[in-house]
């Protein structure tokens, strides 16, 4: 019973720290991408007009 119980254990310790990552990294993850969103949705976007006249700009200066 002794050699079975600290695999064991470290089979369980293991399986609950790789959890605890995976759970971590998703709720980060969920975060950043409503961070992203709300970036995105109060930032207005370019239209293709500014796009090119931002790109004849630039051209223009090389």
């Known amino acids: 019973m002794?050699?079975?119980m600290w695999p064991t254990v470290a089979l369980l310790g293991f399986l609950v720290l790789t959890?605890?990552?995976?759970?971590m990294g998703t709720s980060s993850t969920a975060r950043y991408e409503a961070e992203k969103r709300a970036a995105s949705t109060t930032r207005p976007r370019?239209?293709?007009a500014e796009s090119a006249?931002?790109?004849?700009?630039?051209?223009?200066?090389?």
Not at 19 to 23: E, G, H, P, S
Not at 53 to 62: C, E, I
């Open 19 to 23: 959890a605890l990552v995976i759970v």
């Open 2 to 4: 002794q050699m079975v």
């Open 46 to 48: 370019a239209t293709a």
């Open 53 to 62: 006249r931002a790109t004849a700009t630039a051209t223009a200066v090389l």
